[in-house]
């Protein structure tokens, strides 16, 4: 294959967008359309080469798996051994079981599936993701996984029909990206189906050239080159990509391939001394970046400045430049090479992702490796987490109520019960410890994602039981000897869905506030019917981030109590639209408990997370023991004032003040 300086130049085009965004810089708002771009380019000299060789009878897929092995393999190992210390020595145990996983997703060509599953590309967090962008290095792997089995069964057969069968599938992936951006957005990012018309559309532009499309182009090059930069300063996070939308940069990169030949203006841009030295290292720049980027965020205890990750870009394109010189080309140059052999190559790629998939296997099942810490980070994290004890989980066996072994304080002749999610089996623990201490027992019925609402259910999979099991447990309260039950969930997630299943009825209609609200009522109506006094935990701050983890992390730099908050304007904001179907229920036999007391008020206008060094909320959500514990304070306080209340003959007052 002729080499082609503009195409280097088109890979520096494409990775420096992506890496400048990245790193924060707001200019280049839309500079992941890069990895588009990089598609594209791929697609282009893969054909190209395939195409070729086919034509002169030579081409081999052992020897073409060898060559992507050649160029992919080494600068990636490097790159995910240099990160195994820092990751080791500053990333908090769930945080490095999440890297464990990517070791594990890498070497099964995976990561795209791994990353879709855990969390989004533009999510906050995602920026504290060391190896996120191996997803496309995922994709690309599949795809040659396909694409030259297909080329070949084509060419064997059917050799005429070959560049109308890509046409085909490349508009089917077209339609299916344009119809998946709307669906699945997630999974339309990261999957090769809605990826596979990128390529292709650089397969086609090698099948063009092939047939003696070589003119240059000026207006037709400028047109493509433009079409990529507006496509990096004017689309943003919320673009809908891939979809009919990335037609403008992946057209953009067609025309640059087919019409900037040399003689034309973006060809002499692009084949600047800058620009090919950037596109030459492109692959192990783009590599070291995201590393680099990530760990500066995990190891800072504010966000890095803008000039930080400007200046750890370049430190990317030096390492860039210094794994391109003396890990990629020993091993891809044709004579005196690393690894001459085939079968010395073969077995050393497989011992390396043998060991990154065992390493990543022991950091997965130990669930962070947390010994690796100081013995202080150590306590604080244990001593932090949440109580998964009788949490059900959907799928499991809830058949018959009172749950077996979910009665604690048993020999007690008064017994409560806790209804709700995940958060409700936070704060069991906590309250079972107080009640004990009053001589009353607590049932704990609680299930993962189901805020205690009867016959309805998010509509996410894992909360598709959730109506039937909110429905048996009230029905199994109404007629148990229980009196008192306080109900406690994720009120914001609960509430802030668009959409719910009300009695195997799938709903996301104007009015189904109003149907929520009337099942919420009827819920808390059917318990107060029976005698049963309610007690409802009302919302409380909430992170965007790993609060216990976040801490800790804070206090692996050198901090030694810090204080995690947010402010109170935000969290009534969070809050507010729970409150519309918490204040429903006005019989007196109503109880209100308002978490705020114990987060908020400390100092006007904020609300802790994290006090003096003692987390309140575990992860984003989950009370840690230590907030557990407060609440349940709240709670008893709540039922002493309506026992005395009681007696004395007076209804008590909601708690909270709702």
């Known amino acids: 294959m002729i080499y082609r300086r503009e195409v280097d130049g088109l890979r520096a085009a494409a990775v420096m967008p992506v890496i400048l965004f990245h790193a924060g810089c707001s200019l280049f708002s839309g500079g992941f359309i890069g990895v588009d771009v990089f598609f594209v380019i791929s697609g282009f000299l893969i054909t190209s080469i395939i195409l070729e060789e086919m034509r002169d009878g030579t081409f081999s897929l052992a020897a073409f798996y060898e060559r992507r092995a050649r160029r992919i393999l080494p600068a990636l190992f490097l790159v995910i051994l240099c990160c195994l210390p820092f990751a080791w020595l500053w990333v908090m145990p769930e945080e490095f079981r999440a890297f ?88 339309n990012f990261y999957f090769l189906p809605s990826r596979a018309w990128e390529f292709l559309a650089g397969s086609l532009c090698s099948f063009m050239q092939l047939k003696g499309q070589e003119r240059g182009s000026d207006p037709l090059s400028l047109l493509g080159f433009g079409m990529i930069a507006f496509s990096v300063f004017y689309f943003d996070e919320t673009s809908p990509i ?53 760990f500066a965020r995990i190891r800072s205890i504010d966000p890095p400045r803008l000039a930080v990750m400007g200046a750890l870009a370049c430190v990317a394109l030096v390492l860039g430049y210094l794994s391109w010189r003396f890990v990629e080309q020993p091993f891809r140059r044709s004579r005196h090479r690393l690894l001459p052999t085939r079968r010395g190559l073969t077995v050393s790629a497989s011992v390396m992702l043998a060991a990154l998939f065992a390493f990543g296997l022991y950091g997965h099942d130990t669930r962070g490796i947390p010994w690796r810490l100081p013995e202080p980070i150590k306590d604080f994290i244990a001593d932090s987490e949440w109580s998964k004890t009788c949490l059900i989980e959907s799928g499991s066996d809830w058949d018959a109520m009172p749950i077996k072994d979910c009665i604690f304080n048993s020999g007690h002749a008064r017994t409560y019960a806790i209804l709700g999610d995940s958060l409700a089996s936070a704060l069991t623990p906590a309250l079972a410890k107080r009640l004990d201490g009053m001589d009353i027992g607590l049932e704990q019925i609680t299930h993962s994602f189901c805020a205690p609402v009867a016959d309805v259910s998010m509509a996410s999979l894992q909360a598709r039981e959730c109506g039937a099991f909110n429905a048996a447990a009230i029905d199994y309260l109404v007629k148990s000897k229980v009196k008192t039950v306080v109900l406690a969930a994720s009120w914001q997630v609960f509430f802030a869905q668009s959409r719910y299943v009300f009695k195997d009825e799938e709903v996301a209609t104007p009015d189904v506030g109003q149907k929520l609200k009337d099942a919420f009522d009827k819920t808390v109506g059917d318990l107060t019917s029976a005698g049963i006094r309610v007690v409802i935990v009302y919302p409380h701050p909430r992170g965007d981030t790993e609060i216990a983890a976040k801490v800790a992390k804070l206090m692996h730099k050198g901090m030694p109590a810090p204080t995690i908050t947010i402010a109170q304007d935000e969290f009534i904001e969070q809050s507010l639209p729970s409150y519309a179907y918490l204040d429903g229920p006005k019989d007196k036999h109503v109880l209100r408990v308002d978490p705020a007391k114990i987060f908020c008020g400390i100092e006007t206008g904020r609300c802790d997370l994290a006090r003096e060094g003692k987390a309140l909320i575990f992860d984003k959500v989950h009370f840690t023991p230590a907030g557990a514990e407060a609440v349940a304070d709240e709670i008893l306080v709540a039922l002493k004032r309506d026992d005395v209340a009681a007696e004395n003959g007076v209804a008590a007052l909601s708690s909270g003040g709702f």
Not at 109 to 123: C, I, T, V
Not at 156 to 178: G, T
Not at 245 to 261: D, K, N, S
């Open 100 to 187: 464990s996983d990517s070791l594990i997703a890498t070497s099964l060509s995976g990561a795209n599936f791994l990353f879709w599953f855990k969390s989004g590309y533009f999510a906050p967090e995602a920026g504290e993701v060391p190896l996120l962008h191996i997803w496309s290095l995922a994709v690309e792997e599949q795809y040659y996984m396909v694409f030259p089995l297909l080329v070949m069964f084509m060419w064997k057969r059917k050799r005429n029909w070959l560049f109308a069968l890509l046409v085909a599938i490349a508009l089917a992936s077209l339609a299916y990206s344009e119809w998946a951006s709307r669906a699945f957005p997630s999974a």
């Open 242 to 294: 891939p979809s009919t939308l990335a037609l403008v940069p992946v057209v953009g990169a067609m025309l640059v391939l087919l019409f900037a030949r040399q003689g034309t203006w973006v060809a002499a841009l692009l084949s600047t001394r800058a620009f090919i030295m950037i596109g030459k290292i492109s692959y192990s720049a783009y590599l070291w970046h995201q590393p680099l980027f990530a």
